[in-house]
């Protein structure tokens, strides 16, 4: 199975692990640089789970101001 998570602005690479950091943070769950295998399922998903949310709020308010 081919691994499709390849990034379509490999520059954005730095600021979504920025934003990764922050949504961490604000939900809690303290991430380190490196390896997080130790942080549960339910922690993960709340972070890409916010993160996307954040993402879509974003997208929604940009297009309001068109």
């Known amino acids: 199975m081919a691994n499709n ?3 379509l602005v490999p520059e954005a690479r730095a600021a979504l692990d920025k934003f ?3 949504v961490a943070s604000e ?3 303290n991430l380190k640089q490196g390896y997080n ?3 549960t399922a ?3 998903g709340q972070i890409g789970g916010n993160m996307v949310k ?3 709020q974003q997208v ?3 297009m309001i101001g068109r």
């Open 27 to 29: 939900v809690g769950v």
């Open 37 to 39: 295998g130790d942080i």
């Open 5 to 7: 998570n390849r990034k």
């Open 42 to 44: 339910r922690q993960a």
């Open 54 to 56: 954040k993402m879509i």
């Open 60 to 62: 929604e308010q940009s």
């Open 20 to 22: 990764k950091y922050e």
